[in-house]
T-cell receptor, first 109, second 117 residues
Framework: AQRVTQPEKLLSVFKGAPVELKCNYSYSGSPELFWYVQYSRQRLQLLLRHISRESIKGFTADLNKGETSFHLKKPFAQEEDSAMYYCALSGRGYQKVTFGTGTKLQVIP | GAVVSQHPSWVICKSGTSVKIECRSLDFQATTMFWYRQFPKQSLMLMATSNEGSKATYEQGVEKDKFLINHASLTLSTLTVTSAHPEDSSFYIC?????????????FGPGTRLTVT
């Protein structure tokens, strides 16, 4: 079974402070990991995926297979980063995507 | 970017009636569409995966006779909640993907709020 755990429901940080949204997964195979973001009153959208190894809006995430983690990081939080963030997992070649419960990021001005 | 629409955005119906929700990919052909359900302050729960022209694959615990999914074309999938009950009240979200490979991005619709009275 595949499972995604986001231990924090709410994370509050001050503007300019570093951000780390935690994500741990369980999957018996080679997973594909994603981070999705949902801004207030907007639809869910892909933020980044591990296979792309890209940085989007200053966010990065590294897949750590030893720790089965895919934490989302940003060195300096901005007010516009306030949103709901979902970590998601899928197996290679398999269509099903499993979402975590989400973490609400609140950036305090 | 690719856009997915849902209609209606919200609907109120009486218990025992059926409700149809449409999911459309506006500027791309979606070989695969997904239907999710989201309870307040909870994550998205995948209900079913539908591929154009074939029967939907339902997740464990989801009643296929209650939640009818039709993916008749590459741009349209519908979810019909049959004989709706108050416990079916929820936020239903669809997503669409252009290719069968999982690494292709899923584009999400804005969701449909269903309230059953």
């Amino acid at each position: 079974a595949q499972r995604v755990t986001q231990p924090e429901k709410l994370l509050s940080v001050f503007k300019g402070a570093p951000v780390e949204l935690k994500c741990n997964y369980s999957y018996s195979g080679s997973p594909e990991l994603f981070w999705y973001v949902q801004y207030s009153r907007q639809r869910l959208q892909l933020l980044l995926r591990h296979i792309s190894r890209e940085s989007i809006k200053g966010f990065t995430a590294d897949l750590n297979k030893g720790e089965t983690s895919f934490h989302l990081k940003k060195p300096f939080a901005q007010e516009e980063d306030s949103a709901m963030y979902y970590c998601a997992l899928s197996g290679r070649g398999y269509q099903k995507v499993t979402f975590g419960t989400g973490t609400k990021l609140q950036v305090i001005p | 970017g690719a856009v997915v629409s849902q209609h209606p955005s919200w609907v109120i119906c009486k218990s025992g009636t059926s409700v149809k929700i449409e999911c459309r990919s506006l500027d791309f052909q979606a070989t695969t569409m997904f239907w999710y359900r989201q309870f307040p302050k909870q994550s998205l729960m995948l209900m079913a995966t539908s591929n154009e022209g074939s029967k939907a694959t339902y997740e464990q615990g989801v009643e296929k006779d209650k939640f009818l999914i039709n993916h008749a074309s590459l741009t349209l999938s519908t979810l019909t909640v049959t004989s709706a009950h108050p416990e079916d009240s929820s936020f239903y979200i669809c997503s669409a993907r252009a290719d069968r490979t999982v690494s292709d991005e899923q584009y999400f619709g804005p969701g449909t709020r269903l309230t059953v009275t």
